[in-house]
């Protein structure tokens, strides 16, 4: 069993930054390729960002590519999302989700993940 707490949301203003961490706990968690997925009020989940299981390959939806940086350290088990240039567009609950071997564009895109967290709130605003 593969268990994922979120933390790091909060209130920022347009243009602000927030990092967002993900730590992981379970069995073979360097084997999961890991997602950042958010929900806005009213709107379907959609993928953010993904990282492969050896953090080498990623991908991002044009909303927020330039802007949001994935990334993931192994040896502490966590996956973290470096959100910059926050619009309040941006604004939704933020999840992350581990998979099986499985493409980064593909696990993003489809919304796949074996593993879910609680998720943490971001909110942009001024």
């Known amino acids: 069993q593969l268990q994922l707490v979120e933390s790091g949301g909060g209130l920022v203003q347009p243009g602000g930054s927030l990092r967002l961490s993900c730590a992981a706990s379970g069995f073979a968690w360097t084997s999961y390729a890991i997602g950042w997925f958010r929900q806005a009020p009213g709107k379907e989940r959609e993928g953010v960002s993904c990282i492969s299981s050896s953090g080498f390959s990623t991908f991002y939806a044009d909303s927020v590519k330039g802007r949001f940086t994935i990334s993931r350290d192994n040896v502490k088990n966590m996956v973290y999302l470096q959100m910059n240039s926050l619009k309040p567009e941006d604004t939704a609950v933020y999840y992350c989700?581990?998979?099986?071997?499985?493409?980064?564009?593909?696990?993003?895109?489809?919304?796949?993940?074996?593993?879910w967290g609680q998720g943490t709130v971001v909110t942009v605003s001024s």
């Open positions: 989700a581990a998979a099986l071997p499985f493409s980064v564009s593909g696990m993003c895109k489809s919304n796949s993940g074996d593993y």
